[in-house]
């Protein structure tokens, strides 16, 4: 006997199930991805529509993860955004932990961003990595000099190919204009104890161009990446290949607070002139502890009006035994 | 699935409004201008709609004036119009009456989208007309009181459009911006200059809504039309 058929149901009418919404959300969510033909695959692959890391070093809980933007996926272009988080051990055995987010802002339809900013993100981490794992402490002066040490490296290395290396250009290097595969460059450095310990830990940052970094605690997000007199630079010429200089700082961090690095297709919805907006309320609140991978991955997908651009977020909790929901 | 609730839904969100406006006299009738503009608009409004991310970081409405003016689609998403009313060709050519209302309906609209979170970036007025304005007073108080920036803090940029009988000093007068003021070229009969206005007026908007922060682009001359250069000397 024939299998009976079942009768197809319609989904017309039903709901279309969105991602977490904050406020009335965009015009791009409200159509499945299958079906709005909005949501185009890179031709050359390796979309990057997701891409997070999470884990553990010393005291510290770190969530990574990049998300491509509606707009470059409505033009069929891969996520621009990139981060690296890399772990070490510096000669007298302290840990530490590295992170690295870059922003791809190569001109406009260029498809080298991607290769730009996954690269230096990759070397510059792993680079500043290699030299502090060779030092005795991690101390500001050094701190400084490391960076820019390495950077110059990385302005270096990411312009040699070969034309099979991943994402990278198909023209020869000696014909590529940088301003195709610029990036902006955030980096912060800090200590992950072994031991339970009560005293602020020290917070080593530098940046090139918009992406910010904040220390969030209960009282909500404070930028930590302003020069000296508080003021935020003008970021439209600073990038990798075009900075003169870069920004360092540090901070302290206590164990109730929270390290945040974004790119600005986040952090352009939590602050704006000091002032808390719907977005960053959101996320302050669900971010003052350790999340789970999945929920951390909906998190910044949040659906705002008009959040179009790829974003990264890089969370870094201290203590995180403590922390408990 | 709402997070949080709507009453402060666009919390940090930038928009852009564009204010298209369109002559209706008598003469936009004789040559063509009513049924060229009737058949782009509708373009106008798909290609918009058709780009979700254009269609939340812009606003658009339509305007039309004559011996008065009237707003025939208030500002909203293009997504939230189901069609574009046409233009209806009547009376004269009253650029100040237009101007006065632009002043009163671009203020209110921007406190609206403020209360509703929105971030409000210099609306853009697109003003379309083929004659030269025929007000008893003076047309030239309201325009001011409508694009000062210090004395309006809802100011508009306006790009202004000039065809058939349209003075191209009165045109470039009109115009706020350099490179912002256009006419039919030579030999263009007005109906297919304005064929080609409407679309380069949509891609306009597409530029600029297109950005990760909307900000104005302006149209690009093209077949039909130019750019009025008042530096260029003219022998003819």
Same mark, same amino acid.
């Given at each position: ?115 730009? @900013? ?11 990595? @290699? ?195 | ?55 939340? *970081? ?35 050519? *009253? ?7 632009? *002043? ?98 949509? *891609? ?33």
């Amino acid at each position: 006997m024939a299998p009976r058929r079942r009768k197809g149901k319609s989904i017309k009418g039903r709901a279309y199930p969105t991602a977490r919404t904050i406020g009335t959300g965009s015009s791009f969510a409200k159509k499945p991805w299958w079906d709005s033909d909005w949501w185009l695959l890179d031709k050359e692959g390796h979309n990057r529509d997701i891409a997070c890391d999470v884990g553990t070093v010393g005291d510290l809980a770190v969530a990574a993860a990049s998300v491509r933007g509606n707009r470059h996926r409505l033009s069929g272009q891969r996520c621009e955004d990139s981060f690296c988080v890399t772990t070490g051990t510096t000669a007298e055995e302290e840990l530490f932990v590295v992170i690295a987010i870059g922003d791809g802002l190569g001109s406009d339809g260029s498809p080298y961003s991607a290769y730009g @900013s996954k690269r230096v993100t990759y070397l510059f981490a792993n680079k500043l990595t @290699s030299w502090f794992s060779a030092a005795s402490e991690i101390v500001s002066e050094a701190f400084v000099e490391a960076s820019e040490e390495v950077i110059e490296e990385v302005r270096n290395a990411v312009k040699s190919w070969t034309p099979d290396d991943y994402l990278a250009p198909t023209e020869t290097p000696a014909d590529a204009d940088p301003a195709n595969f610029d990036t902006t460059l955030t980096f912060a450095v800090l200590p992950a104890r072994t031991a339970a310990a009560e005293q602020p830990r020290t917070v080593l940052w530098g940046t090139i161009g918009d992406s910010p970094i904040f220390k969030l605690s209960a009282q909500g997000w404070e930028m930590v990446s302003t020069a000296e007199d508080g003021e935020i630079l003008d970021s439209a010429t600073r990038t990798l290949y075009s900075a003169t200089e870069i920004l360092h700082g540090e901070t302290e961090l206590t164990n109730d607070e929270v390290l945040v690095l974004t790119t600005d297709g986040v952090s352009d919805f939590l602050m704006d002139s000091g002032k808390t907006l719907a977005v960053g309320a959101d996320l302050a609140e669900r971010w003052q502890r350790p999340v789970r991978i999945e929920s951390f991955v909906s998190d910044l997908m949040f659906d705002f009006i008009t959040a179009d651009d790829d974003r990264t977020a890089v969370v870094c909790w201290p203590d995180r035994t403590r922390r408990r929901n | 699935m709402a997070i949080t609730d709507e009453s402060n839904y666009a919390d940090g969100a930038k928009v852009l409004p564009f204010y298209i406006v369109c002559d209706e006299s008598a003469s936009m009738d004789q040559n063509g201008g009513i049924d060229a503009i009737n058949e782009s608009l509708p373009d106008l409004h798909a290609t918009i709609t058709a780009d979700p991310l254009v269609n939340d *970081k812009t606003r658009i409405a339509l305007v039309s004036f004559s011996s008065e003016a009237q707003v025939l689609v208030p500002l909203c998403a293009a997504a939230d119009v189901d069609e574009m009313p046409g233009v209806t060709a009547t009376g004269s050519t *009253k650029y100040g009456a237009v101007f006065e209302l632009l *002043k009163r309906v671009i203020t209110d609209d921007g406190r609206m989208l403020r209360s509703d979170g929105f971030q409000v970036i210099r609306p853009t007025v697109f003003f379309v007309s083929d004659g030269e304005p025929t007000d008893e007073g003076d047309w030239e108080t309201p325009h001011a009181e409508l694009t000062d920036k210090n004395s309006n803090p809802w100011a508009a940029n306006i790009i202004a459009f000039g065809v058939d009988s349209a003075d191209r000093n009165t045109i470039f007068r009109v115009a706020t911006l350099k490179g912002g003021a256009f006419e039919s070229s030579k030999g263009s009969a007005p109906a297919a200059a304005l064929k080609k206005m409407i679309p380069a007026i949509t *891609k306009s908007i597409i530029k600029s809504g297109s950005q990760s922060v909307p900000q104005l682009v302006l149209p690009k001359e093209g077949d039909g039309f130019n750019v009025i250069d008042l530096d260029v000397i003219d022998e003819g």
